[in-house]
């Protein structure tokens, strides 16, 4: 098997390759991130991409009930009996044409990815089945992450899953309570710090070295691997017909890494004729992505990232005690683990970052909410995202977009109470008091 995959370094200078067999979050001979590539000659790959549809008829196989595994070809970094799957990717492609009105787009454009309906209710399941196939493949024992809430709940059901222990690092009082719920409930030790999720990923890096942990955050390069399937299913909801835009959140930056490759590959592979345009979308209080390329001019450059302008700006982070804070607790990340990788993706679709304030978020989810698709605040991100940029005129109203929703509504129902109750946004829905009357009811029905 490890024919067919190795794990690279993204670094030009460096290249260092590493077999699939290694459990490695960063590359050992100069710390960059690591990809996993394959050698396509050795694999056997559908002609078309709407063959791997057909496998939706054998549904008692559990490897084609996964709508990570359906795509198995494409990351084929290890044999079928590693492969751990608890029935993700389940998910569709929605249009709607209601939120497309939000954002003046014409009808039958817009289309939404929803990513809430896997078993852990985010995205992130479509990574963890990939890494703890991996996890399983190397013999891995105990695993650990740090979290904004929805990789501690996705490695806890999936640890659960195939008995390996797991321990979550979560910044204390940063994390929705439907998130934290999930990693108590499935069992994960919980460990909260009293810090951001920064000072998490930092510590559970030291921690995992120290201990002999199975890292599971998207640093790890097979976690990405599963997440690439998110665009295969865009791609197969579209008929097998690629959008002209992937609207995105960003928040550590391993969804939006994932999709560059996937399309890369894709095209590469000749399964697609052209690789659509991404938009990255920050919250306000968490934009270092926006900042460092719109206003740093940071940049994907063949590989050769200035990492000067990097320092620096973490540097001042670190000057002015900076912590990131935005309703949309997913993406409240500072210190991005994948930022070079999103840069590389950014320049394999012509990729543009913009950053949206917490009042469009809540106003967006809204609207995503009365129309058919309840998201938490992270994943509205997108279509408030999408609204300014047809403001700008950068994306067409008769252009086909695809938003990756990448969390249930349920994830966080405080922000949801609290918007409608306290009459927070323009698209509140109070509940109204009634007396225990019959007649009195009546009066209120609209
Ligand atoms: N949306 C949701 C619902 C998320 O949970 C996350 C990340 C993102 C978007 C951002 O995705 O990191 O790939 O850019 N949540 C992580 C966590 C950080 O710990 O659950 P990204």
Redesign the pocket.
């Known amino acids: 098997m490890t024919e067919t995959a190795y794990q690279k370094c993204i670094n030009p200078d460096c290249g260092a390759q590493f077999d699939c067999g290694q459990s490695l979050f960063k590359c050992p001979e100069c710390g960059e991130l690591l990809d996993i590539l394959y050698n396509w000659d050795k694999i056997e790959i559908q002609d078309k991409m709407s063959e791997f549809g057909r496998r939706w008829a054998g549904r008692d196989n559990r490897l084609d009930l996964s709508g990570v595994w359906r795509f198995r070809e494409l990351l084929s970094f290890c044999e079928d009996w590693h492969k751990v799957s608890i029935g993700e990717g389940q998910t569709i492609l929605q249009q709607n044409d209601a939120v497309a009105r939000y954002v003046d787009m014409e009808a039958g454009r817009l289309h939404l990815q929803y990513e809430g309906l896997n078993p852990s209710g ?1 995205f ?1 399941d479509n990574g963890m089945t990939a890494a703890f196939s991996h996890a399983k493949m190397v013999g891995a024992t105990a695993s650990a992450c740090a ?6 709940a996705s490695m806890a059901l999936y640890a659960h899953s195939c008995g390996v222990k797991c321990t979550v690092f979560i910044g204390s009082g940063r994390i929705a309570f439907g998130k934290l719920s999930q990693a108590m409930d499935y069992g994960a030790q919980t460990i909260q710090i009293l810090g951001d ?1 920064d000072d998490c990923m930092k510590q559970v890096q030291d921690v995992c070295t120290q201990r002999g942990l199975y890292l599971l955050n ?1 640093l790890n390069p097979f976690r990405l691997e599963g997440q690439k399937t998110i665009m295969y299913r865009i791609i197969e909801g579209l008929n097998w017909e690629v959008p002209d835009w992937i609207v995105v ?8 890494s994932a999709f560059g490759k996937a399309f890369f590959e894709l095209k590469e592979l000749g399964l697609i004729e052209r690789i659509p345009r991404m938009a990255i979308i920050n919250a306000t209080g968490a934009d270092t992505l926006t900042d460092l390329v719109n206003n740093k001019n940071l940049a994907w450059n063949n590989g050769k990232v200035d990492q000067a302008i990097i320092d620096d700006y973490y540097a001042d982070l670190t000057a002015r005690n900076f912590s990131p804070h935005t309703c949309a607790s ?2 409240e ?1 500072s210190r991005p683990v994948n930022l070079k990788k999103c840069l590389r993706t950014i320049d394999i679709c012509d990729g543009i970052v913009r950053a949206v304030t917490d009042e469009e978020i809540v106003d967006a989810k809204a609207i995503i909410g009365r129309h058919g698709l309840g998201c ?1 605040p ?2 509205a991100a997108t279509i408030a995202g999408l609204k300014h940029l047809r403001q700008e005129g950068i994306i067409g109203g008769d252009e086909r977009v695809a938003c990756v929703l ?2 249930h509504l349920l994830k966080d129902p405080d922000k949801t109470v609290n918007y409608h109750k306290d009459n927070q946004g323009q698209f509140s829905n109070p509940p109204v008091e009634a007396p225990n009357d019959l007649d009195e009811i009546l009066k209120l029905i609209k």
């Not at 959140?249 to 939006?256: D, F």
């Open positions: 985010s992130k979290s904004t809430g929805n990789t501690s999720f998207s959140p960003g928040g550590n930056l391993g969804n939006s997913a993406i990340i938490e992270a994943s990448t969390g």
